[in-house]
């Protein structure tokens, strides 16, 4: 089944303890992406990836970090986590990034909270 | 720059009764048009896109949009909700290049519209 997995699906943890989000696709996509969705606000891009090894900010990187090593793969490090990054993230994949008629498809979320 | 707007933060229709849910837009150029929806505890799902050509969309579930360049909107649309159609409703638009100040490949998202059908 074609889809986009992320682990793990809820987190709780404190300030100040590195975590990794892990994002998987099995489509071959070029593109892959992660947002954060916070009450009010919709989804805000954190970072994306066009493909192996190029990694890009979107609108809120303070705070995360990702890498793309491999094509199917791309986590997402806090570093040290902040209560301000509670909040549920998702994982995005796409054939390719820069067609904008590309559908995005979407991973089931993970909920994070930082105490 | 590019936005989506969606009036509405909640739209409640009885079951049987045709239901929509709004959306506008602003984009340089001619834009692509995103819906999808969110059920609790699941991520977001692909109900339809906008790229060109006709400008009603079917999709998913029985819903379709309709693309009005006049008005600049993209109204999600059913002629007969379900209760099992309750959910979060997320309009989002991409232009078909980056203009500045954006990053390539972003999706811009509305704040969302929960709908809530009753029997």
């Known amino acids: 089944e074609a889809q986009v997995t992320q682990n793990p699906r809820y987190l709780i943890t404190v300030t100040g303890k590195k975590l990794t989000v892990t994002c998987s696709q099995n489509m071959n996509h070029e593109y892959m992406s992660w947002y954060r969705q916070d009450p009010g606000l919709g989804l805000r891009q954190i970072y994306y990836?066009?493909?192996?090894?190029?990694?890009d900010k979107g609108d809120v990187p303070e705070g995360y970090k990702v890498s793309r090593k491999e094509k199917r793969n791309f986590p997402l490090i806090l570093e040290s986590p902040s209560p301000n990054q509670t909040s549920l993230y998702f994982c995005a994949s796409s054939i390719r990034g820069g067609l904008a008629a590309d559908t995005q498809y979407f991973g089931p979320g993970t909920r994070l909270t930082v105490l | 720059a590019q936005s989506v707007a969606q009036p509405e933060d909640q739209v409640n229709v009885a079951e049987g009764n045709p239901l929509t849910v709004k959306c506008t837009y602003s984009?340089?150029?001619?834009?692509?048009l995103f819906w999808y929806v969110q059920y609790p505890n699941r991520g977001l799902q692909f109900l339809l896109k906008?790229?060109?050509?006709?400008?009603l969309v079917k999709g998913s579930y029985g819903f379709e949009a309709e693309f009005n360049k006049s008005q600049t909107s993209f109204h999600l649309k059913k002629p007969s909700a379900l209760v099992s159609d309750s959910a979060l409703y997320f309009c989002?638009?991409?232009?078909?290049?980056?203009?500045?100040?954006?990053?390539?490949?972003?999706?811009?998202f509305g704040r969302g519209t929960q709908l809530t059908v009753w029997p």
């Open positions: 906008y790229i060109t050509g006709d400008n």
């Open positions: 989002a638009v991409r232009g078909p290049s980056a203009d500045r100040g954006s990053t390539l490949g972003r999706l811009y």
């Open positions: 990836s066009m493909n192996v090894e190029v990694t």
């Open positions: 984009v340089s150029g001619n834009p692509y």
